[in-house]
């Protein structure tokens, strides 16, 4: 197989607490990564001229800052491959929306190069590595929604309730930086355990800062409000409200105003990157 195709999932929080800060400047934080039936897609072509290649450029954003260009380039430093690619992205997730799309782009390059470039690198171990370019990409390399602590890289798989999701984006994009270094930012919630956790628990703690910085965020909230309880998810800018079943979110959908980008999809325990893979890979995957 010299092409692959696969699916890079979104994710939501459906909640963010944030415990306290570390000497690093990261936080520590507890969360429930949802992950979502939709996102982008990206394609790979291999070559035997150890070359990576983006053929889709991402506006403002160098090929070198490229998180699917590191993540193939730190693969392929790993490993030692003689091998490069051509790498194609579909982009569906709009950027600095806490929907995770970076880091789910880096995921999938790290998951399909293993197999295409056949690196035989076990999924722990490409969690490892993808934890170098992103806190959230090992959620999605593992592949299952899960309870979140440390920075958001030490996972407990967690098995939620089917339910249907309406994500809604303004024009603005949330830099995940300058949230966390707001002095307005709390810093001190309480931990809690997953076992005690319930909905009314649910709450965002980088909601209220990105609200005073971004009205826009703030219009999508209230509007959403007409359907059901919302939230932010990250560090914002896309809010999401839940549904029983997949009717009522497209009737939402249908009513989002047209300035705004919105989505509808299904949450789901394992990722669909692993399941093409399964299909695809069938009694030879995961690699450990």
Known sequence: MSTLTLPSPAKINLFLRITSQRPDGYHNLQT???LLDFGDTLSFTSNSLEEIAIDSEIDGIATKDNLIFR???????????????TIALNKKLPMGAGLGGGSSNAATTLVGLN????????????AKLGRKLGADVPVFVLGESAFGEGIGDQLTPTKLPKRWFLVVTPDCHVPTAEI?????????SSPIKIRALAGEQYRNDCQSVVLELYPAVKQ?????????????????????????????????????????????????????????????????????
């Open 220 to 288: 999508v909230l209230k509007w959403m409000e007409n359907f059901a309880t919302p939230l932010m998810t990250g560090t914002g800018a896309s809010v999401f409200c839940s549904f029983d079943n997949q009717l009522e979110a497209e009737e939402a959908l249908g009513q989002v105003p047209k300035q705004w980008k919105a989505f509808t999809a299904q949450g789901v325990n394992h990722s669909p990157l692993h399941q093409q893979m399964r299909k695809l890979f069938t009694g030879a995957w995961p690699s450990g």
């Open 115 to 126: 197999s295409l470039w056949q690196c035989g690198v076990p999924l722990i171990e490409l």
């Open 32 to 34: 429930l990564f949802q």
């Open 180 to 188: 966390f270094s707001n002095p307005q930012l709390t810093r001190n």
């Open 71 to 85: 993540a193939a380039l730190i693969l392929q430093q790993h490993v030692g491959i003689k091998h490069g690619c």
